[in-house]
């Protein structure tokens, strides 16, 4: 690649897109929520939200030292990733607390690059983390779902037109958005039901001594908030 194709991609990587006009981001969040909502349309789209929680507990584990064995996902849109180190420990609860909020998070980073008009940037930065996760996955479903979701993403990002991958990515961070309350809520159901009992935040509460529904507190304020801070700068607001 000579230096001139190598400027052209800086330039296109790190340049200012034009964002769609607000009725049509509106319109991506209606589409958006409309996959999150129903649910025969959320047991398909829940898919996304589970690589992007599962990844959130693999990034955290690399972060803090642990070694990272693999991640699988499955058709039930279950996750599980595997990691090996102190079973105690900061590392250990900051892998355990990163995978419900990692889709709100990551749904409110995708919104401060789209405020700023870094569209091209919010793409490509996206199928570099799902490459991450692909090399990762360990499983034939996990690797299919997100070769898959990143195949949609490097196929917008290098043949659409720039209506079409403004569009794109406004819907793909408010479904990160919208996508990342729905779980919390499902989660708080199977506890108050009996399910779940070796969810998350009962992890997070066997290993910090601190009550499972206040871990479950925590993840629904991470996610709230980042949907109505996320959504004021989708909206310019």
Known sequence: MDSSTTAGLWDRLTGIQTAPDLWLVVVTGVAALAAVGPRPLWRLSRNAVTIAHEGGHG???????RRLDGIRLHSDTSGVTVSRGRPTGLGMVLTAAAGYTAPPLLGLGGAALLSAHRITLLLWA????????????????????????GGAFLLVSWLAPAEVQALFAYA??????????????????????????????????????????????????????????????????
């Open 59 to 65: 990034l955290l584990a690399l972060l803090t030292g």
């Open 126 to 149: 996206a199928t570099a983390l799902l490459l991450a996760v692909l090399v990762m996955i360990r499983n034939a479903y996990g690797a299919l779902t997100v070769v898959l979701t």
């Open 172 to 237: 793909v961070v408010w479904f990160l958005l919208l996508g990342g309350v729905r779980p919390v809520f499902e989660l708080q159901a199977k506890r108050r039901h009996g399910g779940a009992p070796d969810s998350d935040a009962d992890q997070l509460g066997r290993l910090t001594h601190v009550p499972p529904v206040v871990w479950l507190l925590l993840f629904h304020v991470v996610a709230l908030c980042s949907l109505l801070g996320g959504g004021r700068w989708l909206l310019g607001l």
